[in-house]
């Protein structure tokens, strides 16, 4: 891949964000943060936490795993720019 290409795709993400589903938000409140009671403001706040952590990764394909940043032993399920879930490193789930 050459350099202008390489700039060109950095580009074409920089203005979208990956979407953050409410079953991923639910799930790192619940496997991240040990909540078990949560309500639907607490799902909100996950969302936006989670929108502004991966706000400068760049997805190089349509479906993929990759570890949450700052929490090293989770790893993040996504599809089609949304992420899906969020598992414990080294289990299977989906």
Do not use: W
Request: some cysteine; proline content about 3%.
């Amino acid at each position: 891949m050459s350099i202008k290409t390489h700039i060109l795709t950095i580009l074409k993400h920089k203005g979208s964000y990956m979407k953050i589903s409410a079953h991923a938000a639910q799930r790192f409140l619940q496997r991240v943060m040990k909540k078990t009671d949560y309500t639907c403001l607490d799902v909100d706040f996950a969302i936006r936490f989670l929108e502004n952590l991966l706000e400068n990764v760049v997805p190089r394909s349509r479906s993929m795993r990759f570890i949450l940043p700052s929490f090293e032993n989770y790893q993040i399920i996504y599809r089609d720019n949304t992420v899906v879930t969020i598992i414990p490193k080294g289990e299977r789930y989906v």
